[in-house]
């Protein structure tokens, strides 16, 4: 019997041994994993004032959850090692001690409303949404976001006279409280951009009020942080912060229609733009784009997508990156050009656009060829008729050439 029980401990410990170097090594690849130096999305990092508010909220937060939890990791360890069963007594109870149970509770009663009243006091002052400049309605559809840049005094001082619509980057001046007002068309998604602020849900049939500011000019990330549906991964969202000098830049050239190229015409970009017309535009609009007739050519996503919009693509090529910000519109050297460009030269390299020698045309080709086949989406109408997402065209490889020529128009 004593043999028996003594194979059964060294069984034991055996065991033990590899579930605790299991988990220190599984413990230290994710630590590892989370100080990594390029991470676009680094909570730790903030780069506006609401980010920041919350960063001084979540580090004595993470502290004292820490010191807590080693405290409590030791005293786990030291009464496995000290009280393990080896045939003894069963150890003194301390049930029944007022004075034990009550320092016990105390305790984590102050630490908890400590943190309680802290994170209250952040809470109100980033929904305090008063004093900011600038509006920008913000929508969010399967899978990308529609930034709508309205006609508002605020908006006016930065020469928004007409109505700026665009998708999956949102443009701001920097050191500008901008005031997000936030909806869905479709189900529940939620908005965030870590760098310059927390998290906040778009609803269908409500508008949440969401503010960011930046410090400086720069290029932060962000993610769609509500399950959506297929392709919810792959929901991204990029917020630019530009000098003021270069954001009325970027104001104005977004407030321009795009070329429109004669019926007769047969340049290269002009049979682009009547195969773009025939097969895109009942779904994307491009301001300025004409019929045969010469009437407006107006986009109806309602007719043909569940969420009753798509991409305004007028001005897509001043954009970095497409399809809900998936894919990259630059190629690898450009994307490194713009994503690591210094602050005080970030706007010059975003204003260029993406030139013919930074186009990642293969990528943009493979899109048009198959859509759902690069990024998961319904490829079955819903009971009417209607599509989550850009079905597969159909397009001829000849159609494809031509409308990547004519889209590289758009800037």
């Known amino acids: 019997m004593t043999v028996h029980g003594d194979s059964r401990a060294s069984a034991f410990r055996r065991t033990w041994?590899?579930?605790a170097a299991s988990t220190a090594v599984l413990g230290t690849g994710l630590f590892l994993a989370s100080c990594a130096k390029d991470s676009p999305q680094d909570t730790w990092k903030p780069k506006g004032d609401a980010a920041r508010k919350i960063d001084n909220l979540q580090r004595p937060v993470f502290l004292v959850a820490g010191i807590v939890g080693v405290l409590v990791c030791i005293a786990v360890a030291y009464a496995i090692a000290r009280f393990r069963d080896k045939g003894q007594p069963i150890p003194k109870q301390s049930h029944g001690k007022p004075a034990l149970e009550i320092v016990l509770t105390i305790i984590p009663f102050i630490i908890l409303a400590t943190i309680?009243?802290?994170?209250?006091?952040t809470i109100v002052q980033l929904a305090d949404t008063k004093g900011c400049e600038m509006t920008v309605n913000v929508t969010g559809q399967q899978w990308w976001w529609e930034y709508d840049y309205p006609v508002t005094e605020g908006n006016q001082k930065y020469g928004i006279t007409k109505p700026i619509v665009t998708s999956g980057e949102l443009v701001i001046p920097a050191g500008t409280c901008v005031l997000l007002r936030e909806t869905s068309r479709d189900v529940i998604h939620s908005y965030w951009i870590p760098a310059l602020?927390?998290?906040?849900?778009?609803?269908?049939?409500?508008?949440h009020e969401n503010k960011l500011e930046a410090d400086k000019p720069g290029y932060f990330a962000g993610q769609c942080?509500?399950?959506?549906g297929l392709s919810h991964a792959n929901m991204r969202q990029w917020a630019i912060a530009l000098s003021e000098a270069d954001f009325a830049k970027w104001v104005e050239n977004q407030q321009k229609t795009a070329t429109v190229y004669a019926e007769t015409d047969e340049s290269p970009e002009a049979v682009g733009y009547r195969a773009f017309r025939q097969n895109c535009s009942r779904c994307h609009q491009v301001n300025g784009m004409q019929n045969a007739d010469g009437t407006p050519t107006i986009a109806a996503p309602e007719n043909n997508i569940v969420a009753g919009s798509a991409p305004n693509l007028t001005h897509l090529m001043t954009r970095s990156r497409f399809a809900g910000e998936t894919f990259p519109l630059l190629n690898?050297?450009?994307t490194d050009r713009l994503t690591k460009a210094a602050s005080d030269q970030l706007g010059a390299v975003y204003l260029e656009g993406v030139t013919s020698s930074c186009l990642n045309r293969a990528q943009l080709e493979a899109w048009l060829r198959n859509a759902p086949e690069e990024k998961p989406m319904y490829v079955k109408p819903d009971a009417k008729g209607l599509l989550r997402g850009m079905p597969n065209l159909g397009l001829s490889e000849a159609q494809i050439d031509s409308i990547v020529t004519y889209l590289q128009t758009l800037k």
Do not use: H, Q, S
């Not at 309680?116 to 006091?121: E, K, L, P, V």
């Not at 602020?197 to 508008?207: E, F, I, Q, S, Y």
């Open 116 to 121: 309680g009243a802290f994170t209250a006091r």
């Open 225 to 228: 942080t509500e399950f959506c």
């Open 197 to 207: 602020n927390g998290k906040k849900d778009a609803v269908p049939g409500r508008v």
């Open 332 to 334: 690898e050297e450009c």
């Open 17 to 19: 041994r590899k579930v």
